[in-house]
């Protein structure tokens, strides 16, 4: 009895000790990734923002198609793209320091193979409700801070 106590005490510890250093991780992890960010919305015009990333999964884009997914902010107030397949425009609202809300999302309805990436880009961009920009990256967050979608800039 005292050694299967001794044993489920001692996993306890190890475990507690795992998660710390995990947690630990993952804020050097953010630390990292949010230095020298802005939240100026004029940095993100004319330029052609390429989808890299939805909710933590690369984007394997087709090389074949005629356009990759992404978005260009044509102003402060409206954005167009490409879902993956289908065109689109939309209305967007900055305020605050960071942020963003992209709506009224109208897009063409082209019959396309694999329609998975489209259908959850347009969901990211709904759901964003904040951004970093960090130099030619572009990170869409929720509401819970957590990034929905990765974009990148040649520019």
Not at 109 to 134: D, H, P, W
Request: include cysteine.
């Amino acid at each position: 009895m005292m050694k299967r106590n001794l044993l489920i005490a001692m996993m306890s510890l190890a475990f507690v000790a795992c998660t710390d250093k995990k947690e630990q991780e993952n804020t050097e992890k953010l630390t990292v990734e949010t230095t020298e960010v802005t939240a100026n919305p004029t940095e993100l015009l004319g330029k052609e923002w390429k989808l890299k990333e939805l909710y933590g999964n690369k984007v394997v884009t087709d090389t074949t198609a005629a356009k990759q997914p992404h978005i260009n902010f044509n102003d402060l107030v409206k954005a167009s793209g490409n879902l993956g397949c289908n065109g689109f425009g939309a209305k967007v609202e900055f305020a605050g320091s960071n942020s963003i809300k992209i709506s009224q999302i109208v897009s063409t309805k082209m019959a396309c193979g694999s329609m998975e990436t489209e259908v959850q880009f347009g969901e990211a961009l709904r759901n964003a409700t904040n951004y970093i920009n960090s130099g030619t990256t572009l990170y869409l967050n929720n509401a819970e801070n957590t990034t929905v979608a990765v974009l990148e800039s040649d520019k």
